[in-house]
């Protein structure tokens, strides 16, 4: 070795008020704690509200009619063939569904009720795209995209005074703006989580609903895309636009669904802004352990500038300072965050309680009443980062003070 | 080859203390030979210290020029005073000399190390002077672990084991007791004879002054005298 230890002289400075430094170490952890299972719910939490919107609107990414987004109707639909050609090349899309989307009127020999409809292909689905939280309620789904069945939301059902096996008539318009009507039996009820959507929506085998709207076998209304993660919505949407013949659009799930973007994304800066005053406290308590200890030993530092240390010498041992304690106080971190953690993205945490009665929906999408937790690898790596880059900050000016001590002055001090 | 290690000409140092304007030094010219054992003595306040700081480059003259070991300070930065200091002077203070986080030997060898010497060199030569300063079998002891006699030979050993061309040693008798003063008098008289260490004291312990071959007296900021010790102080 040439040149002094100054990471040995640094560790050792740091032992010197074992309390002091402990409590130290337990602020960096516990704020790591802090912000991991913060992000960790959030990140789930997101995910799944951004899911379920996907399972029950048309994906994470849909192509649609240009025009559709605009004005909706049925009669502006997209040829899925040909779509399905150009998308099987990009590996980040793992599913492709079609889907009709419309309103219609619906009536009973009791009553009448305007709903709207999602018709769908019970073969191209699975959990990934379409999953209802409370699931069937009643009765059973159909099975084929040619079933006679009819899926009703459980409150539409209940006020079309509907009971299983009855005859269910839909009013609507079809493609050429004729008014046409199509009829099924009720075969189960769903609850989706949403009390707006369970009295407002009802299920259609797709192919029937393309037989009363005048469909060709493979139009829809959208070509719904389901992605592993849905943070690159934009980015498959973005790269598939281009590809689509003129008519056509794609767009992502937070240009479908603006409602539910805007709400995840103010939830999502007020987990930030809690997330800074977390940073803010630790770098605080760092700081002053630090400032203190600089302050102490002022005489040591002017006699170690008397002997020949260099400035820059005293500044880099007292960063070093920093430096074991963000790397001390993130292995404490992680070592009392593993269990927790580890706990709850199994478990999740239960909120029935506290939702009690609540409406449970976002934007009209319903979530599930037990938070998942779980964070995306480069959160936990940004958090990480800024424990660092806060320690070493709360370290730079007690490192620079030290470095400008004036020996003549400091040595006096006894 | 001239034998003058340090060379002070007509230096003046004033500062402000508070409201007041304080002329620490007024004019002082003073020459020392290598090998010197040499104490500046004076009541409080007549200057001593700041001389001392000012020949250590740990402080700057308001007017006048110092000269150690060939090399005039006024024309050195702060790296280069650092340096200087590092290679060519080495220091005693009072007391709590030592870093407390290191032992004896990592405190003997804390200028070597910042000189950038192998280890091995290092150690030797460390090994060496804890021997002459009577610390062998101590070396891992750190400071809280030692006497203060103690102490303060693990800090004569840190400043000679580079073999500077000064030693300046600031009351270095002022925090022990007599008979810890005399064994540590001892000990530099040995290393100045033996070794030819020159020794600067800033002191009004008049056992150092008993020792010291010149003695020179400040009062008020200004050299009252300057003698070769007769042993008669």
Redesign the interface.
Known sequence: ?????LAK?AW??LW?HKRRTILTLISIAFGFFMAILMTAMQDMTFKEFIDTAARLGSGHVVVQHHEYQEKPSVSRTVRTTEVREVIKNNSRVVHVVDRVMGEAMLATSHDSFGAAFLAYDPEQENDMSLQFIEGVVEGEMYRTANDKGIVLGKVLASNLGAELGDKVVYTLMDKNGELTAGMGRLSGTIGTGSPGADAALFLLPINKAREVLGYEADEATHLGLYLDDNRESRLVADALAPTLDDGLSAASWDMIAPDLNTFVAMKKGGGVFFLIIIALLVTAGIFNTLFMSVMERM??FG?????????Q?IFRMVMWESAFLAGMGLVLGVLITAWPYSWLSENGIDMSAAYAEQDVSVGGVGFNTTMPVGIYPENAWLIVACIVVATMAAGLYPAWKAGRVE??ES?KL? | MSNTVINISNVTKDYRQGELDVHALRGVSLTIEKGAFIAICGPSGSGKSTLLNLIGALDSPTKGTITVDGKDLSTLGRQGRSHLRRDRIGFVFQAYNLMPVLSAYENAEAVLALQGMPEKERREIVMTVLKDVGLEGLEHRRPDQLSGGQQQRVAIARAIASNPAVVLADEPTANVDSETAESLLDLMEDLNQKRGVTFVFSTHDHRVMERAKRIVQLVDGKIASDTQNQGDV
């Open positions: 070795m040439s040149g002094p230890n002289i050792r400075n010197r005489r040591e006699i170690q500038i008397a002997i020949g240390y260099s400035t010498q020996p003549v040595i006894v």
